[in-house]
């Protein structure tokens, strides 16, 4: 069995089989087109990604999981936490998503995640006084099914639930959130009874991208000229700093030792000046070497890590900032981006991208060569960025240095892409026309669409939209 593993290992032209312990991805599904489920399963395995964590638990996308042996986080959207307060309700979702692929070559499910940072502030509440009831009920509910021993019900949290105080802004001063103190202490005591870990989500991008005094070195891992002293330890980046608070928030209500899992952390790849191909490699070259090396609070231990995310996802509300459609390590149709090192031991080699991607045709939308009142260029513009992705276009991104006419075509392009090449989605009253000339050029692609899936588009979550507009307002800075 050995052998026939390295055999197959070696088949994977240029793919180091290691991958760090403990690693996975996040496979986000808010998309105009999707690639097939099945095809995106084959991408995790091809990879040796063992780990994958999703926001629903999705029919097809379970059963394209089914018989992988992969390691899936399913979850349970912030939506439905009120109705999981019922325990009949929450043992009919246990049978229906859990139980039901409970099966030689089903889904090997590890976690069930009870809502998606509920306990956020700008939520005011909504959800403080039901999440815990449900995380309850689920569990038992995995009990009584016979599977609990296995699959362990938890909350994914942002890290605005801890904190350190501003006289003392240092990683040992952490604590929980006042407000919301003595619920944190149960929960974690129940964590702690029941063998689930404290997920956690940390983003250092967003202490960068929303503070214009953060230092930028501060949110990489090769070294900060002004690292914070907290008893004669250094942090030298925000990762470790805010993973560490967390461990003595833990310590605070007595459970210094419970397993910790980062739920969210990645890099996004434009959108945002601070966004790039570079900046990104740059950041999971120095995370994925780190993962291995622990904390100060916790060194030499492997931290559990999910990446954020597996593909970009053209359909994410921008709320945040446009960023939010590139946290990709995979473009859109499943091609890698740039060269990474799952393994964390520094030889970089670009992962295996999907394999047989179905493409529309070759053509594109650009400004009509001929049309020469272009008076209503700008109205058509705002309508095609209005109804597809266009945030390849802000300042500082990969296509901002178009001329207007280009500017147009692009925004005419990933509309009529968007549209599946319909005709009539290229005619803009006139101002645009198809070709078969490319315009990509330098960092900026003018793409096309795959062909849509079965499972192409399903509309996001009141509860994913929510999270994600409040999620920029919660983040802590070290």
Known sequence: MA???IFACLLLLGLSCSVADGLGVNWGTIATHRLPPKTVAQLLQDNGINKAKIFDADEIS???????GIEVMIAIPNDMLAMMNDYDAAKEWVKKNVTRYNFEKGVNIKYVAVGNEPFLKSYNDSFTNITFPALKNVQNALNEAGVGDTIKATIPLNADVYDSPRSNPVPSAGKFRPDIGDLMAQIVEFFSQHGAPFIVNIYPFLSLYGNSDFPIDYAFFDGTSNPVLDKG?????????????????LKN???????IVVGEVGWPTDGDVNANVTVAERFYAGLLKRL??????????????????LMDEDAKSVAPGNFERHWGLFTYDGQPKFPVDLSGKGQ?????????????????????PSATDLSKLADNVKYACAHADCTSLGYGCSCSGLDARANASYAFNVYFQTQNQKDESCDFQGLAAVTTQNMSHGTCNFTIQIVPSASSFRRPQLSVLLSAIA????????
């Open 292 to 309: 291995a090396a622990g904390t100060p609070l916790r060194p030499n231990a492997t931290i559990e890590v999910y990446l954020f995310g």
């Open 62 to 68: 379970m059963k394209a999981l089914a018989g992988t």
């Open 3 to 5: 052998a026939c593993r």
């Open 233 to 249: 330890v250094e942090y030298t980046n925000v990762f470790d700093a805010n993973f560490d608070t967390l461990v003595s928030a």
């Open 253 to 259: 209500v007595g459970f210094g030792d419970l397993p």
């Open 471 to 478: 999620g920029l307002l919660s983040w802590i800075c070290f």
């Open 348 to 368: 970089n080699k670009l992962l295996v991208g999907a394999k047989d991607v179905e493409y529309l045709p070759p053509k594109w939308c650009a400004v009509n």
